[in-house]
């Protein structure tokens, strides 16, 4: 594993945004920006399948938001392998960082498993399955932001 980490951590990518505190700087902006997306779509979304708000169209929203966090998860989880690739020998230690990719996998694949299961729009789910999923996604998203966080005061 060490020899992997090494390997990443000269790739030239990783050698580029060590090299360049502007470019790196951005990539951190660009992460801080999809975690943004991600966590500013998904908690009004998760408390609308929790019942808040049912003035407003379910259908609506998921068409809406869904796509919304999605960007931001791939925009948050492509800067974040970048600027993992810096010190990636440092930062795999971190028990943090372990958590929170723990918890971003689970966050993930319980969204996909709800949209595979239930469509796109989820307008098969029940309003228990529903409630159930936001349940974990509440747990999921912001406690990656809370550990994602705390990374950088763990070597402290």
């Known amino acids: 594993m060490e020899g992997l980490l ?45 019942g808040r708000w049912r003035k407003v169209d379910r259908t609506a929203l998921v068409r809406v938001l869904a796509p919304v966090a999605a960007t931001g998860l791939a925009l948050a989880v492509i800067t974040g392998g970048l600027l993992f690739s810096v010190r990636a020998r440092e930062y795999a230690g971190i028990g943090f960082l372990q958590l929170k990719l723990v918890v971003v996998v689970v966050g993930t694949l319980g969204a996909l498993a709800l949209h595979r299961a239930h469509g796109f729009l989820l307008e098969s789910a029940s309003n228990s399955r529903l409630a159930g999923h936001a349940a974990l996604s509440l747990l999921c998203w912001p406690a990656a932001l809370l550990c994602g966080r705390l990374i950088a005061f763990a070597g402290n």
Not at 11 to 39: C, E, F, K
């Open 6 to 50: 090494a390997g990443l951590e000269a790739t030239a990518v990783a050698q580029t945004l060590r090299a360049s505190r502007w470019l790196y700087a951005a990539t951190n902006a660009a992460h801080v920006l999809g975690i943004a997306l991600l966590i500013g779509a998904i908690l009004p979304l998760d408390l609308r399948l929790l």
